[in-house]
């Protein structure tokens, strides 16, 4: 299997390394600013109960254009780069010509992105994908447990999932490379509604300055699940569906109180400040997320003015 993955950030190295595990010749797309540094490897970190060892992750090819992409066969094609960088430019439709028949696995969280993908891109040709783990950029700020810098991941007990007619081949490949990953029939009708839950209660944590403490103070718990509830509705208008109703329970402030305290007996990294680094560093993602929302909502007829107040106050903290 020959995997081209585009963006070697924390996701693309993630899924790069279990596919090359799993026997896959493994490519990245980078920009050509980023091709040496690419080259030289990369160091992973496993989170888990016992101390982080590093792992070497070399031996995977590198190009810096879709010119380049043409030259070989391609059985799927990662994008693991973030929304805003997805819609900048017209590079996707440029490399999925250069890519022949390959799968283009959809991997990013917004409202519209799909659609996006799906207009320059044969829709029998997209796998759409959940990232199931956390990873970033390690060190975190007051982390001491790292021998040099690196990428640290963890799997939650929630696996990656992905749908599609190729999806079958590509979930062997990462299971076969130790990545939880499965199949589902469909992705898409349940993925929006987990990103309208995520997004309205990451506008209220860095409304809060990335404090749990201050989150549950006062009524910003409950603003929260209000816009929750309406970005549910926007997502579910949008696709023409129901909201799920385990994710009308899980937009509830009460779960999601329970969730919190649970996770940071169980995620085996600071949660707080890992949120505060990883989401101000894909903070331009997070806001047009939220822009998606009120702008469907807004022209469905549909309330928006929880997600309003919530996007404003997390743009002026």
């Known amino acids: 299997m020959r995997v081209l993955i585009v963006g070697a950030g924390a996701v693309g190295q993630?899924?790069?390394?279990?596919?090359?595990?799993?026997?896959?010749?493994?490519?990245?797309?980078?920009?050509?600013?980023?091709?040496?540094?690419?080259r030289g490897g990369f160091?992973?970190?496993?989170?888990?109960?016992?101390?982080?060892?590093p792992l070497r992750f070399t031996g995977f090819g590198v190009i810096t254009s879709a010119a380049?992409?043409?030259?070989?066969?391609?059985?799927?094609?990662?994008?693991t780069v973030s929304s805003v960088a997805l819609t900048a430019g017209g590079w996707l439709a440029?490399?999925?010509?250069?890519?022949?028949?390959?799968?283009?696995?959809?991997?990013?969280?917004?409202?519209?992105?799909?659609?996006?993908?799906?207009?320059?891109?044969?829709?029998?040709?997209?796998?759409?994908?959940?990232?199931g783990f956390l990873a970033y950029h390690a060190p975190l700020p007051g982390e001491t447990r790292f021998a040099e810098p690196g990428m640290a991941y963890w799997f939650p007990p929630a696996p990656s999932t992905f749908s599609g007619a190729r999806a079958a081949e590509l979930v062997a490949a990462l299971r076969r490379g130790k990545l939880p990953a499965r199949q589902l029939r469909d992705v898409t009708a349940t993925a929006p509604f987990q990103s309208a839950v995520l997004y309205a209660y990451l506008a209220a944590i860095e409304a809060a300055r990335w404090s749990f403490r201050e989150l549950r103070g006062g009524d910003r718990m409950q603003r929260a699940g209000r816009a929750a509830a309406q970005a549910l509705a926007i997502a579910g208008h949008q696709r023409g569906l129901r909201v799920p109703w385990?994710?009308?329970?899980?937009?509830?402030?009460?779960?999601?109180?329970?969730?919190?305290?649970?996770?940071?007996?169980?995620?085996?990294?600071?949660?707080?400040?890992?949120?505060?680094?990883?989401?101000?560093?894909?903070?331009?993602?997070?806001?047009a997320g939220l822009l998606s929302y009120i702008t469907h909502g807004r022209n469905a007829g549909l309330a928006t003015d929880m997600i309003e107040q919530l996007a404003a106050e997390s743009a002026a903290a």
């Open 14 to 38: 993630v899924f790069g390394h279990h596919l090359a595990e799993g026997g896959a010749e493994v490519t990245f797309l980078v920009k050509p600013s980023h091709a040496e540094a690419c």
């Open 43 to 53: 160091t992973l970190y496993p989170l888990g109960r016992r101390p982080p060892q």
């Open 68 to 79: 380049e992409a043409v030259r070989a066969r391609w059985d799927h094609v990662l994008l």
């Open 94 to 131: 440029e490399l999925a010509a250069a890519t022949g028949d390959a799968s283009i696995v959809v991997l990013q969280p917004n409202l519209d992105d799909r659609a996006f993908v799906t207009s320059v891109v044969d829709p029998a040709r997209v796998v759409d994908g959940v990232i």
């Open 246 to 287: 385990r994710l009308r329970l899980a937009a509830r402030p009460v779960v999601v109180r329970i969730a919190l305290g649970l996770a940071r007996r169980i995620v085996p990294l600071d949660l707080e400040t890992y949120l505060r680094v990883h989401f101000t560093k894909v903070g331009d993602q997070t806001r």
